[in-house]
């Protein structure tokens, strides 16, 4: 089992930035990836950024460049700095662990809004 608690999100202005975090305890050993997914009203859940335990990282085309996803091990703490924000980055987002352990399991984070004001 992980657990994933998230925190940072809020309101912006457009152009600003912000921080969410992703604390994870639990089974971390077992943990493959973490990642930060978002869904916005009447829209289905996306993948925006992924961290691997390597520390390779990946991107959603729509964030590239103003979105960096970055851990800290030794706080197994995983990170989404989010500059440059847009309206239509409004969304709740979604810490997500990626397991193997006896097949792969998924473990989510309970949200936290972003709110990108225009």
């Known amino acids: 089992q992980v657990q994933l608690v998230e925190s940072g999100g809020g309101l912006v202005q457009a152009g600003g930035s912000l921080r969410l975090s992703c604390a994870a305890s639990?089974?971390?050993?077992?943990?493959?990836?973490m990642n930060w997914y978002r869904q916005a009203p009447g829209i289905k859940r996306e993948l925006v950024a992924s961290?691997?335990?390597?520390?390779?990282?990946s991107y959603a085309d729509s964030v590239k460049g103003r979105f960096t996803i970055s851990g800290d091990n030794a706080k197994n703490t995983v990170y989404l700095q989010m500059n440059s924000l847009k309206p239509e980055d409004t969304a709740v987002y979604y810490c997500?662990?990626?397991?193997?352990?006896?097949?792969?399991?998924?473990?989510w984070g309970q949200g936290t809004q972003v709110t990108v004001s225009s």
């Open positions: 997500n662990a990626k397991t193997l352990l006896v097949g792969w399991n998924d473990y």
């Open positions: 961290y691997s335990r390597g520390g390779s990282t």
């Open positions: 639990g089974s971390i050993s077992s943990i493959k990836t």
